[in-house]
């Protein structure tokens, strides 16, 4: 065919799903690594994306025919309840390229699934439906990481009949909700009917073909998108203050390159700022996440990466908006007139949706979604991620600490405020657990004059761990 010559970019892909369909299991099933089971590196390197190479895909999977992946690899959004993947009708192309639909195969199609493929329709985004925990039909053995057919045929004649009418069961809610659905091995019809892969992130089964799809089958149905190009198209996830680096931002290079110098226009609150690229950086590629809160510092990076760069003087950058690079002899004027309209359609959004705004201008709507109740911690970070990250190691904890509320961004007087409410109810649990944030010097004070304590940590590990320590210690 005409696509053979054609350098194509990573596709762009990104998790929803009912919530405890296993979203985030899934997820670290894919990228290996293990959130609940202690490996930190994962979450202090955590850029709102993840880059998984060809290679690392190629190893994981025994299927015939990986010799024919025509792409670098597969960049995976980490937090699908992000601000910029609400933000995605602000440009004509979204940021997603193809989205995994999470749903349980033992509960079927959940409010939250409904809604994520409304979404998805309306946006016109493709995706396919990651069957999950089929480890849990009843009688089920397990073959860890397996292609789905392999483990499939492993089972016995009930387990098999139970997956069956299951998956009929799902097929039809499909259907009830206007999508065509088949498992991917029975398609015919792929560009037309939704594939669906049963999975299970626990055991690893069917992860291979779900990553050969989106490896595979994707780019071939969507080369055009796909194809790289050298007009740089980049979205802007969030900002954050970093203790080595300053301002920096997290973005998702979608298409074509960044240098380091790089000339840039960033939509902010205050309008369009024009600045330069200080560093372009990554975390260390999967197998060195070990190397903790270490980036490696580039030259040039092409598309499509999570980067994050520093620049100077640079605060309250909209979620979502572009981010537009100024080559020599392109037009500043008509770069930042390009911001100007970007930045009035994010305020027409945000307004329209009624969203509350945190401090570094990420949108704080998705934390409602985190479950809180009356009486636990106060958990405040820098990213939605690192938040979730934080609240799934506490539950995941022989303490089992409830979280009482949460906030994305600096420490204020009004979180110390809220903290302080557990001071009558349960003491142990005014608290502030601030991760890769800062404190304001009131906040300080207020807390110190109050009595709620806080706590800071480099790792999400030793946060919690000093946290405990300190429960542990009122306890005896
Ligand atoms: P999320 O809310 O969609 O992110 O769901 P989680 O990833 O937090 O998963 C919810 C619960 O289901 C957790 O207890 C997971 O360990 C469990 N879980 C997720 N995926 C699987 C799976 O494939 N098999 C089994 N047995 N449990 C799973
Ligand atoms: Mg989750």
């Known amino acids: 065919s005409n696509g053979v010559d054609r350098e194509l970019r990573a596709p762009i892909c990104c998790i929803l799903g009912h919530v405890d369909a296993g979203k985030t299991k899934l997820l670290d099933c894919i990228r290996r690594s293990n959130v609940q089971g202690g490996e930190a590196g994962g979450i202090t390197q955590q850029i709102g994306a993840t880059y998984l190479p060809v290679e690392n895909i190629r190893e994981r999977t025994s299927l015939k025919a990986v010799a024919t992946i025509k792409v670098p690899g597969l960049l995976v ?74 483990a499939l045929k492993n089972q016995s004649e009930d387990v098999q009949s139970e997956f069956k009418w299951r998956v009929t069961e799902v097929v039809t809610q499909l ?60 979205t802007v996830l969030e900002v954050n203050e970093d203790k080595d680096f300053g301002t920096t931002i997290d973005v998702v290079l979608i298409n074509g390159a960044l240098s380091k110098g790089d000339r840039i226009v960033v939509c902010t609150k205050q309008g369009p700022v024009t600045t330069n690229i200080r560093y372009l950086l990554t975390p260390y590629p999967m197998k060195e996440l070990k190397a903790k809160g270490v980036y490696k510092h580039h030259e040039e990076l092409k598309a499509a990466q999570g980067v994050k760069i520093a620049v100077r003087g640079l605060r309250h950058a909209i979620a979502g908006t572009a981010l537009i690079v100024v080559k020599p002899g392109d037009d500043l004027e008509r770069a930042e007139a390009a911001a100007v309209q970007e930045i009035s359609n994010a305020n027409s959004l945000i307004n329209e949706d009624e969203r509350g705004e945190s401090d570094d201008g990420t949108a704080i709507q998705e934390i409602s979604t985190i479950k809180t109740c009356k009486e636990g911690v106060y958990v405040q970070a820098s990213s939605l991620g690192t938040l979730e990250a934080i609240i799934e190691h506490l539950k995941t904890l022989s303490l089992d600490i409830p979280v009482g509320g949460c906030n994305l961004g600096p420490v204020h007087k009004q979180d110390v405020m809220k903290a302080t409410a557990m001071l009558k109810r349960k003491e142990e649990y005014a608290a502030i657990l601030a991760f890769g944030v800062k404190v304001m010097p009131e906040a300080f004070d207020l807390a110190a004059e109050s009595g709620v304590k806080i706590f800071m940590a480099h790792t999400v590990y030793k946060l919690v761990d000093s946290f405990t320590d300190h429960i542990k210690k009122l306890k005896e």
């Open 77 to 150: 959004i980490d937090t699908p309840g992000h601000q910029s993947f609400s933000n995605m009708r602000l440009r004509g192309s979204s940021l997603c390229d193809i989205a995994v639909v999470v749903v349980d195969i033992t509960r079927g199609l959940e409010k939250q699934t409904i809604e994520s493929l409304d979404l998805l329709k309306h946006r016109n985004v493709g995706f396919i439906v990651a069957l999950n925990k089929v480890d849990r039909l009843h009688g089920w053995k397990t073959c860890p990481n397996a292609p789905i057919a392999k």
């Open 175 to 234: 259907k009830e909700n206007g999508f065509n659905a088949a498992l991917y091995y029975e398609n015919k019809k792929m560009k037309e009917v939704v594939n669906i892969v049963p999975t299970s992130a626990v055991s690893a089964e069917g992860i291979p073909d779900l990553l050969l799809l989106l490896v595979r089958w994707v780019p071939e149905i969507m080369m055009d998108r796909l194809t790289y190009v050298n007009n740089v198209e980049c």
